[in-house]
């Protein structure tokens, strides 16, 4: 605490460590790769881990566990609770002022709920952007080249039998749908492998950002209908479910390779095998999955298909950036009222009873490093 001292000093204050009451924070996991962030976390702020089921959470927001509980730090993965819905906000206590997912993804949250309640939700765009980009391009690169159909044939003992050939990168035209970070991140990788670089974005980007891509803007019909590579950028929601469905995969140009890193339910899992299968759609690579995690028994069959585990931002050092925004973006709201990436607004809750039964915090300039 002798950070907090020493800010609290500077204002006047005269206090000892007695006086300072430690906020509780919740975890769902345990952080794994940030420790160093952690021991400065736990500075200021009590840590306990949450270390059962669903059922067993709600319990204990009945029965007033969680009570003046000031923060939740979710699961990065599969939360041991599963997803952050209505039910569930309705069980948490009112003195939760942030649920921090240290995670890209919030399709699992009901952003609504939270707002409703007063809750902010928070994630970790930006930091996952690189992973993410490399593991479209590892999938590109298995299904283009056919990588993944000769590496399955050598472990089945055979030596170049029945592979076909495969194409240059530097011969395709590429279509990236959701122009965000993780878009703009494997344009600039695809243009390192000569690929021609096309985009649809609900929003069309800047002619300068467009310049610094080299990506060249397409009406979304026009990019399914010529594009060699098609990659799926898109958040989950109502609009973006199933938008690649059977329609559009006729749209598209016969052998077309297509790449999901987004979210499993964009894409009609059945729609898809019986394009595989009818030779419309040439090969996939997909690291998520409509029912994960469930997958299509034709896609497990099927030679031309790469697949991963939802693995695109499985590295050390993504997942270490991901816990260090999700801690940072608890700290900055409680101790200075904002969040670093929220995903609602929401109007600022009394943290000073949370914080502390005796210092006014609102008298206190706070600037986190």
């Known amino acids: 605490m002798n950070w907090l001292k020493t800010k609290m000093g500077s204002h006047g204050w005269d206090i000892n460590d007695g006086d300072i009451k430690k906020p509780n924070v919740l ?6 790769f940030a420790r160093q962030e952690l021991e400065d976390f736990e500075e200021y702020f009590t840590v306990k881990v949450y270390d059962s089921d669903r059922e067993e959470f709600i319990r204990r927001c009945k029965k007033g566990k969680y009570d003046g509980y000031a923060a939740i730090l979710w699961a990065g993965g599969h939360s041991p609770i599963g997803s952050l819905d209505s039910e569930l906000v309705s069980h948490i206590p009112s003195s939760i002022a942030i649920i921090s997912l240290p995670k890209a993804g919030f399709d699992t949250a009901d ?22 980009a490399d593991t479209a391009l590892f999938l590109i690169l298995g299904c283009l ?11 089945a003992g055979n030596w170049k039998k ?15 749908i959701g122009m965000g970070g993780i878009g703009k991140a494997i344009a600039k990788r695809a243009n390192a492998c000569g690929m021609l670089v096309n985009y649809y974005n609900r929003t069309r980007l800047d002619i300068r950002i ?7 803007y397409a009406a979304y019909e026009t990019l399914l209908r010529e594009s060699d590579v098609i ?12 938008m690649i469905d059977a329609t559009q995969l006729n749209k598209m140009k016969k052998g077309v390779v297509l790449i999901n890193i987004a979210r499993g339910p964009v894409v009609d899992e059945a729609a898809l095998v019986e394009a595989l299968e009818s030779g419309r759609v040439g090969s996939a690579g997909l690291d998520v999955f409509e029912f994960e995690p469930e997958v299509h028994k034709g896609l497990l069959e099927h030679p031309k298909c790469t697949l991963l585990p939802h693995m695109g ?27 670093i990436t ?28």
């Open 342 to 369: 929220p995903l609602n607004k929401v109007a600022a809750k009394a943290l000073e009873g949370v914080m502390t039964d005796s210092v006014d915090f609102s008298k206190i300039n706070l600037t986190l490093q």
């Open 27 to 32: 975890f769902l996991v345990p952080i794994k």
């Open 231 to 242: 990659v799926l950028c898109v958040p989950l929601n109502d609009t973006t479910r199933h």
């Open 162 to 176: 029945g592979e076909t050939c495969g194409h240059d990168l530097a011969a395709a035209s590429i279509g990236i």
């Open 111 to 132: 952003i609504e709920a939270c707002t409703a309640k007063g809750i902010t939700v928070t994630n970790t765009p930006g930091v996952v952007s690189a992973a993410t």
């Open 313 to 339: 931002t499985n590295t050390e050092e993504s997942l270490r950036s991901m816990e260090k925004l999700g801690l940072k973006n608890i700290m900055n709201l409680l101790m200075q009222g904002e969040a």
């Open 210 to 216: 467009e310049a610094e891509y080299n990506a060249h």
């Open 145 to 155: 080249r056919n990588f993944t159909q000769g590496q399955t044939s050598l472990r």
